[in-house]
């Protein structure tokens, strides 16, 4: 709070903008329940599953179909949507680079593509995993921690792949 009363980064005490992203019934999960799901243990992804709905659940008042996306670095991303999709995407080899800001850049990715609306289904679940997949492997590829360099996510994007987690 500023002395004023105002919090910082509102002029004038404006409301913030409302994104797809605030609206998100989802979940960041915590370290112990993205633990087990790391490398598509069956167990840990449905202990995640879980988690997702029932965060989404206290975060909205009604089952939702929120989800969980754990990074696992170069071995990829698994996504746990609270309607039951269980997807991991990853490159079919590790890059070489700086991986600073690549944790960044999915984030800014996944917060675009909900700007646009929540994914439903299947094929929009592995679309948004395949394009944050994409951003932060080019932020891998960039000597400055931060940037992309688009041409760079429309080369990698038809190189993701996208595998269903039983």
Known sequence: MRRDGRRPGRA???RPARTGAARLPGARPGAREAEPCRGGSD???RRLGRAVRSRARRAT???GAGAAIVSDGAAGLTLVSGDGIRLVGRLPEPL????TGAGDALTA????GLAEGVPTGRDAWAETLRTGV??????VLQPVAGAVDPADVARLLPRVEIEEIA
């Open 12 to 14: 004038g005490g404006a």
């Open 43 to 45: 167990a840990g992804v």
């Open 61 to 63: 008042g009604r089952d």
């Open 96 to 99: 070489q680079g700086n991986a």
């Open 109 to 112: 990715a996944l917060a675009a």
């Open 134 to 139: 994409a951003w932060s492997a080019a932020a």
